[in-house]
């Protein structure tokens, strides 16, 4: 059977391709270290001003999509990204950094709009039982971005072997986020989406400022989402340490883009496989939580234990001209297993991250809100961590944050897992205010 425009896949693989144009294509200029740039500074404040407003219209995203729809906010949003990555073409040859500074502020209000109305159609379109599958195919479009985006710096600049990524990168990221921006019009309403069971995506079809402005203050009194909040703190902390301090300060500009398609590729190969898992009919959805929070438990402490044993080998940044080049198969091995094995990680993360929010509800909107919530202060998280590196905090330091952050994100992750049942169905009707809505399944802490 083929796909329908109406149906939840063909939606989600719309918002897959969309999201491969905008945030893949951002994820890949930000892979390679400082947004490309020999001098990591400008990247580095640019990031912080884009996660402190991020913080903002995250958790104000999800109200924002709910009142305004999916397709306008996308394609608001999406040009958000093509001014950011052009930024750096004026960056390039001013050497003035204020507007890239600006640019990252504005993408932050764009991209917390934008990953409200992506998470809300992820989680909220597909049936619970394929919750998993639906997060591994957006995840995989997702990521080809990344792997696309690593190429073109790798092909561009294979002939310079250090500097800064040339303007003809950045040209190729304004031209293709231009094009993820167009391809959120291609969104059909959520209220026509149906799921191929038959059934309608859209438990409620009306909202107003008031009734968004209530649930949003209301999260922050829920006890499960403020559990979630080391989770979500940690979830976009590490970037800057994988990002910056190993693929930026350890490898030749070349080498980089050439890191970045095996790390997206990686992330791919990630969330492909924990998704069996996730939607397994052979454990409860508890045990199915629990053994995913094994499974990211070893792989993260192997990551930093792996990235501890480098920081000994390599405490700071390389001089430029003794970066490691990808020809160089004696210190480049270890040093790029690790990176990419920093990719299957991630995914692994954000994908368990997602799979627990999405077993909250099955309400959209609800999930618009959790989902910016999570987005929200996964940002304030970033913002600290790319701060830190502007002010030249060193690499041990930042490692040595990371690695606690995560240890202290362990017991909530357990105690949101354990608050998961096997459904989270709607029982009965819903009011326009959510003040009579049920959910089975999930122990109320609201």
Request: hydrophobic share 45%; net charge neutral.
């Amino acid at each position: 059977m083929g796909l329908r425009y109406y149906s939840a896949m063909t939606q989600v693989i719309i918002v897959g391709f969309v999201c491969f144009l905008c945030p893949g294509m951002f994820n890949a200029l930000n892979g390679t270290g400082g947004g490309g740039q020999l001098d990591t500074t400008a990247g580095n404040n640019a990031n912080t001003a884009l996660y402190s407003t991020f913080v903002v219209f995250g958790i104000l995203g999800g109200a924002i999509v709910n009142l305004c729809g999916v397709r306008w906010t996308i394609f608001g949003s999406g040009f958000t990204y093509a001014l950011y990555s052009g930024s750096y073409i004026y960056l390039n040859h001013t050497g003035k950094s204020s507007f890239t500074i600006a640019a990252g502020a504005i993408l932050g209000v764009g991209a917390g709009i934008l990953w409200a109305a992506q998470g809300m159609i992820m989680v909220s379109y597909p049936r619970e039982e394929e919750k998993g599958k639906y997060i591994a195919i957006f995840w995989v479009i997702f990521n080809l971005g990344g792997m696309l985006g690593g190429i073109l710096p790798f092909a561009i600049n294979y002939k310079k072997d250090n500097g800064s990524l040339a303007d003809g990168v950045y040209i190729a990221f304004v031209v293709l986020e231009c094009l993820g921006a167009f391809l959120g019009l291609a969104l059909a309403p959520p209220s026509k989406v149906t799921r191929d069971d038959g059934s309608s995506v859209v438990l409620v079809k009306y909202t107003n400022l008031g009734t968004e402005t209530v649930e949003i203050l209301k999260l922050f009194i829920n006890p499960l989402m403020l559990a979630l909040l080391p989770m979500c703190f940690n979830s976009n902390f590490f970037y800057t340490y994988q990002f910056d301090n190993i693929n930026g300060a350890l490898f030749n500009v070349r080498t980089r883009g050439f890191n970045n398609i095996f790390y997206w590729g990686a992330q791919m190969v990630g969330s492909y496989a924990i998704s069996f898992l996730l939607d397994s009919p052979k454990f409860t959805r508890k045990v199915r939580g629990y053994i995913a929070f094994g499974i990211v438990f070893i792989v993260f402490n192997a990551i930093w234990g792996g990235s501890l044993g480098l920081n000994i080998k390599y405490p700071e940044p390389l001089a430029l001209e003794n970066r490691i080049d990808f020809k160089d198969a004696s210190r480049a091995g270890g040093a790029i297993t690790l990176y990419v094995f920093c990719g299957i990680g991630d995914a692994l993360y954000q994908s368990f991250a997602y799979w627990i929010i999405g077993a909250l509800s099955n309400d959209n909107q609800l999930l618009a809100r959790y989902i910016g919530f999570y987005k929200g202060m996964q940002s304030f998280g970033g913002a600290i961590a790319w701060q830190l590196a502007a002010k030249k905090v060193s690499h041990r330091n930042q490692l040595i944050a990371n690695w606690v952050l995560f240890a202290i994100s362990i017991p909530s992750m357990l105690y949101v897992v354990w608050s998961i049942k096997d459904h989270s169905e709607p029982i009965g009707p819903k009011d326009t205010n959510s003040e009579q809505y049920e959910e089975k399944g999930i122990e109320q802490a609201a």
